[in-house]
């Protein structure tokens, strides 16, 4: 059976892109991040709203280092969005293997964040993963 990772952040973008993708009969495993700034509350109640298992996983102290001194630089509030994207789509790129899974959705509402949620710095994103050929994107206008 076919089998993504999902990237669920615990809101709606992420987990209904994680929905229409399990609504096609491919299995879907959800992962979310959790560091000093954000947590994974939300996203342990979406995913069981929508029945599919959870690896949440703890990349604070790699997070931190990162924002210190983001290659990209930094969004609104001091926000480094295509790094911090970036970052989570390699953490999920290395659990490919052990998860057994074919690729990585990720739900994305194009131009809602203007410096990190357009089409040039979404591919930016991919491209920076180091997996890009794995990772496929839900736009939605």
Sequence with gaps: MTKAIAMISGGLDSILAAKLVKEQG???????F???FFGEQNAVRMCKQIDIPLKVIDFSENHFEMVKNPKHGHGKNMNPCIDCHAMMMKYCGNLLDELKADFIITGEVLNQRPMSQNKNSLELVKKESGFSEKIFKAFMC
């Design 26 to 32: 491919i299995e879907v495993i959800g992962v979310c």
């Design 34 to 36: 959790k560091s000093y």
